[in-house]
């Protein structure tokens, strides 16, 4: 997914942008900031996701339980 930083690549933007209108069609509001690092913090933890494996459901239930285990053993990042 490259870098999420400032100089978001057009296929960041467009997974960026995408994320945030689901989550919204879905009732579930975050802010732009914390969007963007959730997605870099996947982007940095899982290097093999990609524009189209990002928004599946296997993808989300991995990233849930990483962040889990990241928070219960106090990683900050998390």
Known sequence: MGN???QT???ERDVYELMKALL???GK???G??????LKWVQVK????????IFT???WDDVGVKLW??????NAEA
């Open 9 to 11: 690549s057009s296929p």
């Open 46 to 53: 899982m290097p093999t996701v990609t524009a189209s494996t």
């Open 29 to 31: 509001n975050i802010s």
């Open 33 to 38: 900031h914390d969007l963007k690092l959730i």
């Open 24 to 26: 919204q069609k879905h």
């Open 57 to 59: 459901w296997e993808l």
């Open 69 to 74: 285990e990241a928070a219960t053993t106090g």
């Open 4 to 6: 999420m930083g400032s």
